[in-house]
DNA sequence: TTTTGAGTTGTTCGA
DNA sequence: GTCGAACAACTCAAA
């Protein structure tokens, strides 16, 4: 195998293993590898089967597909061929390094504790039989070892951990490999032969309508947003209404856009718009819970599955199964819950204040254990991230860091007043509340009889009654809380 | 070592 | 209608 480039007297090829960096621009390993003067031979391999490694849920593996093909595109232009293979990383990468007489594997550095594990190994393997290894940050500002509380450790709340990497200013990104790449290639799958698109039904029809996966998309998206929401995002990003926020999560999870980038945009934007300055400083902050979610989880392996606050171990969680597929298909009863669980179900995506509102419901109305709702996001979202997932619903449910005080309940009724005035929202999700008029929209079950008949609705039927009463549900919480209250914060 | 100020995103109640 | 306080205590991070 390896005799192959040595008869074509060429320089032993590298290989750069794509992971969640599927990209071209600022990508170090692949500027690495196109540096070295040696053939390039880009990979994806589909790894399902590394244990630990949590499996892709349906719409991640319809992104995935959708991101490949933009990929594969975009090296086929610059003359390089994707090559696609299936099977444990450990077992794959090493059979193809013989096959190709590989003398090198460059790749950018994932984060997730079983990833962490299996690049370790994989490198000392790969090293051990003559090979040399790089890695590189391309999905981090600032990566979770780089940034320390003054005694050394790990931060544990957001806004010193943002302070201090706010002082560091992270590296300038940089541009794609110029020109063309000179590349070598190895038999590989099709793309369609993973079958991540889903048939029978295709159910991805509004995922394809709200979304253009790859690196062109991402860059679209971002300019998008930068021309039309920067300036007013702080007033306007809670409005579920209002299509306010970057929408960037799917990009910056699958690595087709990279944080730096974003950064360097914003600042280039800001310079010519001063006035957008505290509204950019916003939005960097919410790129800083992203870091935020990554350092935690570097630093705290066990968070996906685990409370990071172990005194949560003892919360009366209530078992309802009933309930939880309710929440699922969206039908609670309380509008605002049920519009952003259907927006999750038909696009892929939840908007933010709505994600925070049906996550506290699942928690604080219904008792349900944290680890559904991560479960149910982390099958149903474009962007679903291990860290930021879970994060974010350990934020919700008190247990994780700098987390929400238990007695900050959310009232589905005064948030979709607040951040759906007009209802707009609800009806465009919701299409059975459509002819309600706003006053009640968030409340059917208090409109009068005739507002309700007038608009089609006949509760219980045409849309659920609440599935239980807020107020009683948020005494209910708040006695659950109290019971671990008090050890709530014991240090994990 | 001790002290000090602070800590994403809310709701309800009563003045 | 508006506003401030209460809702708890504890940990974090830095001085």
Redesign the pocket.
């Known amino acids: 195998m390896a005799r192959t480039a040595v008869e074509h007297g060429k320089a032993a090829p590298v290989i750069v293993w794509f992971r969640q960096d599927l990209r071209l621009g600022d990508n170090p390993a692949l500027a690495a590898a196109c540096a070295s003067g040696r053939p390039v031979v880009p990979l994806y391999v589909l790894d399902d089967d590394t244990p630990g490694v949590w499996r892709l849920g349906g719409a991640a593996h319809w992104w995935l597909h959708m991101s490949l093909a933009a990929l594969g595109a975009d090296l086929a232009h610059r003359g390089a061929l994707l090559v696609l293979r299936r099977g444990r990383a450990e077992e794959v990468i090493p059979a193809l390094a013989r096959e190709l007489g590989a003398s090198g594997l460059l790749w950018n550095r994932c984060y997730e504790p079983a990833a962490v594990a299996r690049d370790t190994r994989l490198k000392a393997t790969l090293t051990a039989s003559g090979l040399t290894v790089e890695s590189f940050n391309s999905a981090l500002l600032h990566e979770p070892w780089t940034l320390r ?3 050394g ?9 943002w ?2 990497a706010r002082a560091q200013p992270p590296a300038e990104p940089a541009g794609p490999p110029p020109g063309h790449i000179i590349a070598a290639t190895a038999p590989g799958d099709l793309l369609s032969d993973w079958a991540l698109l889903p048939t029978r039904p295709d159910w991805a029809g509004g995922l394809r309508e709200a979304w253009t996966p790859g690196e062109a998309g991402a860059r679209a998206r971002l300019d998008a947003f930068l021309d039309e929401n920067l300036v007013g995002y702080g007033a306007r990003r ?1 409005r579920a209404d209002l299509s306010a926020t970057s929408r960037l999560s799917p990009h910056l999870h699958w690595g087709e856009i990279g944080p730096r980038q974003v950064w360097r945009a914003v600042e280039a934007f800001t310079a010519a718009h001063p006035e957008a300055r505290a509204d950019a400083d916003k939005f960097l ?2 790129v800083g ?1 992203r870091e935020f979610s990554h350092h935690l989880l570097f630093h705290s392996p066990e968070l996906p599955e685990r409370n990071w606050r172990p005194a949560f171990d003892d919360f009366p969680w209530v078992n309802d199964p009933t309930a939880i597929n309710s929440w699922q298909r969206g039908r609670t009863g309380y509008p605002i819950v049920d519009a952003g669980m259907r927006e999750l179900w038909a696009t892929g995506f939840m908007h ?2 709505v994600r ?1 509102i049906a996550a506290s419901f699942l928690i604080k109305d219904l008792l349900v254990h944290w680890r559904h709702g991560e479960d149910w996001f982390w099958d149903t979202l474009v962007d679903a991230d291990l860290a930021n997932n879970a994060a ?1 619903w350990q ?1 919700v449910a008190g247990s994780g860091a ?1 987390a ?8 589905p009724v ?2 979709g007043e ?1 951040f759906d005035p007009d209802g707009a929202y609800v009806r465009r999700w919701v299409p059975e509340l459509a002819r309600l008029p706003a006053a009640c929209i968030h409340a059917p079950w208090l409109a009068p009889p005739e507002v309700l008949a007038a608009a089609g609705v006949r509760l219980g039927l045409d849309y659920p009654a609440p599935i239980v009463d ?2 009683v549900a ?1 005494n209910r919480a708040l006695a659950a809380y ?1 019971t671990i ?8």
């Open positions: 509380t003054g005694a450790g790990a931060f544990k709340v957001f806004t010193p951990f302070k201090a809670d902050s919410e819970w933010n204040r925070m974010g934020w700098d929400a005080p238990y007695f900050r309940v959310f009232n005064t948030q607040r807020h107020a948020r109290k209250a008090g050890t709530s914060n014991a240090k994990q």
